[in-house]
C-alpha cells in the first residue's frame, strides 16, 4: 500500500488548453484512490508562498471544457534557486502533502527533477505544452487544439487569399518546434512549411515560387513557424517581395490565439487518461517521471529523459507537403 495520503496539483509555465480536463482528473482519481487533493495556485511560486487549498469533486465541477487553467500558472525565478526549493518544501511539510503532479513543459520538469531529488518528494508530469515538443509521448496536452485553431484560422485566410490572388506567409507558435506548423500546413493544404529543425534554403523557395506556384497556382499559404532560423513570417515576406515584386504578399501572425480557446474532444481525453495515470503512478511509488501516450498507451518516462532528449520531427510529413503542394 503506497504511503501517501495527499498529494498537490499544479500548472507551470504556458497555459494549454486541456490542462483543466487534468486538474479535474488528477483531483477526482485522488479522491478515488481514498486520498485528498490539494490545489496549488500560481504554478511554482504559488508553492513557495503556500497558495494551496484542499480540493473537493465539486470544485473541478463544469471545467473540463475550459481552456486556460483555473490554478493558474506564473513564472517563478526564485524555485531556480536551492533557496526558494527548499523554501516550498518547508510549505509541503506544513501543509502534510506527500507528493506532486506538475503539468507544464520541459522548464516545469527540470524544476520538478531537482526539486525531487533535494527533497525525497515523489512527483510525476503531465507534459502540458502547445508546441507538443517533449520527448517520450507522441501527444501533449494542448497540441491538438492548438493545431485546430491555426486550421480554423488559415481556412479562411485561405479564402481572402483566393479571393485578391495573394500569396500569404502565415506565422503560428514554435519557437523550438515545428510541430504546430508542420501539422496544420498539411491540414490545411499549404504551398509551403517552414521550420526550427529545417534550415530554410531561401534558394529553393525562390524556385518553387518561380517554378511550380507561380505557373499553376492564383494564390498561396505558407506556414512559418516563429523559431524559423531566417528571423520569421515578417523576414521571409520581405526577401520574397525583393525577388518578386509581382506578388502581392501579407503576413499574419496568429500568435495567442493559438494557446486558447475550449480543448477540443481529443484534448480532453488525453488529459483525462493523463491526469489519472499521474495518480496511478504515484500510488504504485513512482517517482521523478513523466506520464506519456505512445500508440495509445500510457507510458512512464523518467524526468531526465524527457528533458535531455529532443523529440524528432516528422520528416515524411514535411516530403507530404512537397509532394501535395504541386
Not at 13 to 37: K, L, S
Request: glycine share 12%.
Amino acid at each position: 500500500m503506497s504511503k501517501i495520503k495527499r498529494i498537490g496539483i499544479l500548472t507551470s509555465g504556458g497555459d494549454a488548453p486541456g490542462m483543466n480536463a487534468a486538474i479535474r482528473a488528477v483531483v477526482r482519481a485522488t479522491i478515488y484512490n481514498g486520498c485528498e487533493a490539494y490545489g496549488i495556485y500560481d504554478g511554482y511560486e504559488g508553492l513557495i508562498k503556500g497558495n494551496m487549498v484542499r480540493m473537493s469533486s465539486h470544485d473541478v465541477s463544469n471545467i473540463i471544457q475550459r481552456g486556460g487553467t483555473i490554478l493558474k500558472t506564473a513564472r517563478s525565478a526564485e524555485f531556480r534557486t536551492t533557496e526558494g526549493r527548499s523554501k516550498a518544501h518547508e510549505q509541503l511539510k506544513e501543509k502534510g502533502i506527500d507528493a506532486l503532479v506538475v503539468i507544464g513543459g520541459d522548464g516545469t520538469f527540470t524544476g520538478a527533477r531537482l526539486f525531487g531529488q533535494e527533497h525525497d518528494i515523489p512527483i510525476v508530469g503531465i507534459p502540458g505544452t502547445i508546441d507538443n515538443d517533449l520527448y517520450g509521448t507522441d501527444y501533449t496536452i494542448g497540441y491538438d487544439t492548438a493545431v485546430n485553431t491555426v486550421v480554423e484560422a488559415v481556412d479562411k485566410i485561405r479564402d481572402t487569399a483566393s479571393a485578391h490572388n495573394r500569396l500569404f506567409f502565415i506565422e503560428v507558435m514554435g519557437r523550438d518546434a515545428g510541430f504546430i506548423a508542420l501539422r496544420a500546413a498539411v491540414a490545411t493544404g499549404a504551398e509551403g512549411v517552414l521550420v526550427p529543425e529545417v534550415e530554410t534554403d531561401l534558394d529553393e523557395l525562390f524556385s518553387y515560387l518561380e517554378n511550380d506556384y507561380k505557373p499553376h497556382k492564383s494564390s498561396g499559404i505558407v506556414i512559418v513557424a516563429e523559431g524559423e532560423k531566417s528571423g520569421g513570417a515578417y523576414t521571409i515576406a520581405e526577401s520574397v517581395a525583393k525577388r518578386h515584386p509581382e506578388y502581392d504578399i501579407r503576413v499574419t501572425v496568429l500568435g495567442h490565439i493559438q494557446r486558447g480557446g475550449s480543448p477540443s474532444g481529443f484534448d480532453r481525453v488525453t488529459a483525462s487518461r493523463l491526469g489519472a495515470a499521474a495518480v496511478d503512478a504515484l500510488m504504485d511509488d513512482q517517482k521523478s517521471i513523466m506520464v506519456g501516450i505512445v500508440n495509445n498507451e500510457i507510458v512512464h518516462v523518467p524526468f531526465n529523459r524527457t528533458i535531455k532528449q529532443a523529440k524528432p520531427l516528422n520528416r515524411s510529413l514535411l516530403n507530404l507537403i512537397n509532394i501535395l503542394s504541386i
